[in-house]
C-alpha cells in the first residue's frame, strides 16, 4: 500500500469530505430522509469521480455514471433499507471501479463488495493514524512547528485588526459583545460530533475506495502450485466416493419420491388428514423445513459433483442428480403453495412474503445447479448466475410498496369483507405506516355501511387513523421527507378529501 503524505490529492479528499459531512448534517440530522438520500448519493457519486479525474479519459466511462443513477433510481420512490442497500453497494462498485481496483467478474465484484462494506467503517481511522505515522517519520515536531508558524502571523494580525475595527466601529463592536464562548460551547452536542464522525468514516471510504490488505497477503500466502495429492485410498474417498455418492442418490430419491406423494395425496388430493391436524396446519409445518431440506440438497450436489470429478462424469449419477434436484424443484413450489394456503387463512406478513421470495430464489438455484451441471459450468459461473438473481430481485423488490401490498391484501381477505377467513388485525396495518392508508379507509368504510355498529373498530380506530394522517401530513412539510411514493399518496388524500366514517343506522322501531 502506498503511503500516506500530505499531497494535494489527500488533500483534497479531506477537503470534499468536510464538505460532504456539512452537507449530511444539513439533509440528514434531526430530519426526515425523503428526497435528500438520492441528492446525497448524486453529490457522493460527483464527489467520487472529481477524485478521481483521470478516469474519465475512457471511451466508455459513461456506463458506469448510467448504472450508478439507475441503481440510485429506488431511493426515489422511496427510501427503505433495501433500497439504501441497493445504493450503497452500487457506489461502493463505482468508486472501487473509478479507482481501478475491482477486478472483473460477477463473483469477484461480489466477494470485493463484501469486503470493501467490511472495512469502510474503519478506512477514514486506519488512514489517519498511518498519516501520524507518516508524520512522525518525517520529523513530527518540524511540521507541527511549520504549522503553527503558517498560521501564526495571519491569526495575530487578524486578530489585532479586529480590535481596531471593534474600536473605530459601533456596529463591529456590537457583534463582539455578541459573541459568547460559553454559549458557543453549549450547542456543541454530543450526538451531533458522532454523526459528524460517523458520516466523515462513511464517506471517506468511497473518497478513498481501498480494499482490506489482508486480502493480498493472503494471496501471496497461497502456493502457486497445487500440492499433489497422495494416490492411497482414504477414508474421505470411501466415505464420499462414487459408490457412495450412487447410494446416497438413490436413497433420497425414493424419500424426496414419499415426501412428494404424501403432499399430492394430502394437500392437493384433497385427502382426508389425521384427526386434530388442520390444511392450514399441515401446510404452515412443512413450509420452512422443506426450504432448509431443499438447501442441504443444494450442498450435497455441489460438493458431490465438482466439476470434471469422476462422479460428474458417471451417466447414471448425473440422472439421478438431474432427478433428485427435480424433486427438490417440486418440493420448493410445493412449499410455496403451502404458504399460500397459509396465508389464505391467517393474512400476509412482512415475514411470509420474504419467505415467498426467497423460496423462489432457492427454486432458481437449483435450476442452475442443473444448468451447471448439463453445461459442465465452473463453480464461478454458478455463483454469478444466482448474485445477479438475487441483485435483480432486490432491485426489483425496492420498487415494491410492501405496505400497501400486505394492507390490501388483508383487507380485501377479511372476514369483514368476505364473510370468510379471520377478522382484520387493524393494529398490525396500522404498524405499516402510511402505505397503509387507502385499505384502511376502504376497510372503515365498508364497516361503516353496514349493520356492524358494535365492532371495536368503530369506536376508537377512526380517530386514530386521522391522527396519523395528520401526522404524516406534518412530516411531509419538509422538503427532505419528499418521495415519490409519498407524493403519489398525498394525491390520493387529497383527491379523498376528510377522512369520513358513515356511521350505521339503527334499525328503525316499527310503530305500535
Known amino acids: 500500500m502506498t503511503a500516506i503524505s500530505l499531497t494535494p490529492s489527500y488533500c483534497r479528499r479531506v477537503g470534499a469530505g468536510i464538505l460532504l459531512v456539512a452537507l449530511a ?40 455514471p448510467v448504472a450508478l443513477f439507475a441503481a440510485l433510481l429506488p431511493l426515489i420512490e422511496n427510501v427503505s433499507p433495501l433500497s439504501v442497500l441497493v445504493a450503497i453497494a452500487a457506489l461502493a462498485v463505482f468508486a472501487l471501479s473509478l479507482a481501478g481496483r ?20 474503519f478506512r477514514f481511522a486506519r488512514d489517519f493514524f498511518r498519516w501520524r505515522k507518516v508524520a512522525r517519520r518525517l520529523g513530527r515536531r518540524r511540521i507541527r512547528l511549520a504549522a503553527i508558524a503558517v498560521w501564526a502571523m495571519p491569526l495575530t494580525l487578524g486578530a489585532v485588526f479586529l480590535a481596531l475595527f471593534g474600536a473605530a466601529n459601533p456596529i463591529i463592536e456590537h457583534w463582539l459583545s455578541l459573541i459568547d464562548l460559553y454559549a458557543l460551547l453549549e450547542r456543541i452536542e454530543v450526538g451531533r460530533l458522532i454523526f459528524w464522525l460517523v458520516a466523515l468514516a462513511g464517506v471517506w471510504a468511497f473518497l478513498r475506495p481501498r480494499l482490506p490488505r489482508f486480502v493480498s497477503r493472503i494471496r501471496q500466502a497461497m502456493p502457486a502450485t497445487p500440492v499433489a495429492r497422495s494416490k492411497s485410498t482414504t477414508a474421505e474417498d470411501i466415505i464420499f466416493g462414487k459408490a457412495a455418492i450412487l447410494r446416497a442418490l438413490v436413497v433420497f430419491n425414493a424419500l424426496f419420491a414419499v415426501q412428494t406423494a404424501l403432499d399430492a395425496t394430502y394437500l392437493w388430493g384433497g385427502a382426508a388428514l389425521p384427526d386434530g391436524l388442520t390444511y392450514a396446519a399441515y401446510a404452515h409445518r412443512g413450509a420452512y423445513p422443506l426450504i432448509v431440506t431443499a438447501l442441504l440438497a443444494a450442498g ?38 403451502r404458504l399460500d394456503l397459509y396465508v389464505g387463512v391467517y393474512a400476509l406478513t412482512y415475514l411470509r412474503i420474504a419467505a415467498f421470495i426467497w423460496m423462489g430464489l432457492v427454486a432458481a438455484g437449483l ?35 410492501f405496505a400497501a401490498l400486505i394492507a390490501n ?4 381477505h377479511s372476514l369483514e369483507m368476505t364473510g370468510q377467513g379471520v377478522p382484520l388485525d387493524g393494529w398490525y396495518l396500522r404498524d405499516l405506516g402510511p402505505g397503509a392508508f387507502p385499505a384502511l379507509d376502504r376497510f372503515l368504510a365498508q364497516l361503516g355501511s353496514t349493520a356492524a355498529s358494535g365492532h371495536p373498530f368503530l369506536h376508537d380506530f377512526p380517530d386514530l387513523r386521522r391522527q396519523d394522517e395528520i401526522h404524516w401530513r406534518a412530516e411531509q412539510k419538509n422538503w427532505r421527507a419528499w418521495s415519490f411514493r409519498d407524493w403519489r399518496l398525498a394525491r390520493y388524500l387529497d383527491k379523498r378529501g376528510p377522512l369520513v366514517v358513515p356511521q350505521p343506522t339503527e334499525p328503525s322501531m316499527p310503530d305500535r
Open 25 to 64: 448534517d444539513f439533509l440528514f440530522y434531526g430530519q426526515p430522509a425523503g428526497i435528500t438520500v438520492f441528492l446525497f448519493g448524486m453529490v457522493l457519486s460527483g464527489a467520487v469521480v472529481a477524485m478521481h479525474p483521470a478516469a474519465l479519459s475512457n471511451g466508455r466511462v459513461w456506463l458506469k
Open 102 to 121: 475491482l477486478r472483473m467478474g460477477l463473483a469477484r465484484i461480489a466477494g470485493q463488495l463484501c469486503l470493501f462494506l467490511l472495512a469502510a467503517p
Open 300 to 337: 450435497f450436489v455441489l460438493a458431490a459433483l465438482r466439476p470434471n470429478s469422476e462422479t460428474s462424469r458417471d451417466p447414471l449419477i448425473r440422472r439421478l442428480v438431474y432427478l433428485w434436484v427435480a424433486q427438490n424443484i417440486v418440493l420448493v413450489i410445493s412449499s410455496m403453495l
Open 367 to 401: 435450476a442452475f445447479i442443473i444448468a451447471r451441471i448439463a453445461l459442465t459450468k465452473s463453480s464461478e459461473w454458478l455463483l454469478s448466475a444466482n448474485l445477479l438473481t438475487l441483485s435483480a430481485t432486490l432491485y426489483a423488490c425496492s420498487y415494491i410498496n
Open 409 to 412: 391484501y388483508n383487507v380485501d
